[in-house]
């Protein structure tokens, strides 16, 4: 039973990370839907240099760069082009599937190296997650930038009146959001399952995506979502842990039909007069000046 | 003359620039003269270095005397000089209006006043200094503050967070009890409330006009530019903004130039009016020195009657029967309420009533865009209650709807296309499927001939037109199709004084020919000039509806405000 919560909860860590990162992007306006694929450059890269290198620290760093490239990337694309952020995001997605196939594949098999010690059972990551949900709501909502942040994603041309560069605040929040993502990837591969093997992450990072618009964009019901996920991911692994009541392709299909009916219930008339938009009204809009 | 002529360096301390070379821009030479030597040439000018701007202290300049003052401003855009020779001074404390017809130019001057637009020739002068502004930030540092006739203000956001958005002294971390302290001084001076913890979604139009004028004076105005300040309120907030501009005039700090069209509110409330006219300053005098016929006059060029005289045509067929009929609005509240009423072949049957009484419902539910609830309509003596928008127009319904810009027209078609919304459906102008262009456009280019539309040509897309402009393309391609029932839908809304009178005589050629016209209008004033009923709207339900020659203008505005005939007159 511990061993099932604390498993939930070490999954849910890797959904947090990874949906902060998506959700600091599409609060700028940025939708990333390759999230996927930037976990897996973050998780493969980084697993490789710590397998050569035999460091934790240097993997992580890793894979955390790699992450920002990859956002700097998108960033290119959706704010310098004023490209459409979606077509993009399938790129990088694809892109990720492909090319880390290529480049792991030498490496399949375990990491081999001393597990990261847990701090009562539970993944060091898990309280790191934590962390980064308090800190990144308080930056939101508390601070001159998270507004900067949030008026940029809300309406650009308002923002810039206001004096604020609309491409500065959202090349930021990309790179800083893909850092997160690739951070997640690395925490995959080196802490909560360091074994690689082609495509490992099975849709991880689109449960991601699904959490950010589940949570309304609030990074606390971020993280009470990841952990429900997260928990709903162990148990399309470990089906048999509730005997006879789904199988575990039905049990992996419960986010997304949980996020469904959040999207549905946010689209009602009742929801948006009672609680306003809470979709970022530029999310996935280009904002090129003529 | 100025009060500031401090250490600081201005970017104007260098005076002039003489051009020595011109070769590839990277390496163009300029002579740099002090400010005290003589005057080069102004053109031109590169400024390499990014230049500290000091704002001037308006409490260092006595009331009455200039802030600011533009000198020689000329600004143009292809085809056209927006600006040319401008010459305009605002002084402190006082109300500037700046009155034109649209496309005069008040708009250019004021973005070129606020740093949107550079000009092509001129200086501008804050304190007597000279000042340029690459964007609107300098000018903001400057004290000048700009609210658009378009809200700038974030709906998700609360009113406090949209006010502190890009202020210098927000802090890292926001320190929203200063900030709501600070902003509440500037809402007590001026004696403004306002929930500054409310979502701007949650506000009123005229509360958010308010968000934005306390966002400027809060990052400092001390001229701040209202551009049509009246035009999206309703009559009651635009006395409450009224008061409000007063307010900030006797403030020591504020100076309120305001550019409108309206020609009342400017002579209510402002101290001097400058005049636009194609680009050009035709007058700057002391409100107390004009009168409504004066002012009209100075910015059409030409004489303007205000009282249309009341064309009385023979009566006709009845041409629309409505009985009983209802409606529901969007959200799903009985908006009409049950009206009846027929309108005869050379009648103009004129609705009175403020916005979001049910004026909406009764057009769309007249035009084929909104299903009644009950009722009937009958349009020479056929039942159409349940025909669909195309069988309408088909039959003879013209409709003109009141946002010009969403339902009126397609902004990014050209005026062809858009002629062609209305003529796509007639036998004549398609030939086995296939649409004929060239008679649409031959239809078009006589439409733009006789209505007088400014355009270069019919292939421009139809966002370029001026909203007068727009307004009359929109009219004429309703007119064109003779209608037996025209619907006009505040008609000369944010229209100007020449523009209306035009807009206005074309109805009454309509009625001429023997169309009935069903206008509705927010305008007192048009709808007892023109309509031969008039028709006072509340809550869904006519308030009773008089002949033309009864309509006085206290009883139908009793009756708008709610109060029946019978009671009225009981």
Known sequence: MWEFFIRSLDA????????????????????????????LFGATLGFITAKT????????LVGIAVGGLIGLLHGFFSITLGGDQVVSGMGIWILGFGLTTYIGSPYTGPLGMERIPTI??????????????????????????????RSVGESPEVAEVSGISVAKTRYLCVVGGGMLMGFAGAIFSLDYNPVWSYNFLLGRGFIALALVFFSMWNPFILLGGSILFGTLWQLSLNPQFIPGLMSRYKWRTVPFAITLGALLLMSTKWFRTKWGAATPEALGQPYVKD | MPACRSTSVYYNHIRSLEVIDITPIEYRLFRVTDKDSQTGIQDNVLLTEECPVQKVLIQDIKRGETILEARGITKRFPGVVA?????????????????????????????????QYQPDEGEIFIGGEEVRFKSPLDAIDLGIGMVHQHRKLIPAHSVIENIILGHPHAGTILNLKRAEKEVLEICEKYGFSLDLNAKVWQLSEGEKQLVEIIKALYRGAEILILDEPSSALTPME????????????????AIVPFITHKLPIVLRISDRVTVLRKGKVVCCIDTSEATEQSLAKEMVGREVIFRIERTKVEKGETILQVDDLSAVSDKGVVALNGVS?????????????????????LVEALAGLRKPEGGSVWLDGEDITFADSLKRWQLGIGYVPADRIAMGSIA???????????????????????????????LTNDIIAEYDVVTPNADIVAKCLSGGNLQKLILARVLS?????????????GLDVGATEFVRNKLIDAKKEGACVLLISEDLDEVLSLSDWVAPIYEGEFMGILPGEDAKRELVGAMMAGIHLDEESA
């Open chain 2, 481 to 493: 199709r003779k209608p037996r029932l025209l619907i006009v839908d505040l008609p000369t809304q």
């Open chain 2, 83 to 115: 600006n040319d020779q401008i010459d305009f001074k605002i002084r402190v404390g006082e109300i500037h209006a700046v009155l034109g017809e649209n496309g005069a130019g008040k708009t250019t001057l004021m973005k070129i006043l606020f740093g």
């Open chain 2, 341 to 361: 009423f027929s309108i005869s072949e050379g009648e103009i049957f004129g609705v009175a009533g403020i916005s979001g009484n049910g004026q909406r419902e």
């Open chain 2, 238 to 253: 635009t006395e409450k903004l009224l008061t409000s501009i007063k307010a900030m005039s006797r403030g020591d700090l």
């Open chain 1, 12 to 39: 849910s860590t890797i959904f947090t990370i990874a949906a902060l990162g998506e959700l600091i992007g599409q609060r700028s306006g940025i939708l990333n839907v390759g999230i996927e694929g930037v976990m």
């Open chain 1, 53 to 60: 290198t035999g460091s934790y620290l240097l993997g992580f």
């Open chain 1, 120 to 149: 009562l059972g539970l993944s060091p990551f898990f309280f790191v997650a934590i962390a980064l949900t308090i800190i990144i709501w308080f930056i939101l909502s508390k601070t001159s930038l998270g507004l900067r942040i």
């Open chain 2, 412 to 442: 990014d078609f050209s005026l062809v296309e858009n002629v062609t919304m209305n003529y796509y459906f007639d036998h004549e102008y398609y030939r086995r499927g296939v649409l004929d262009t060239k008679k649409i456009r031959e």
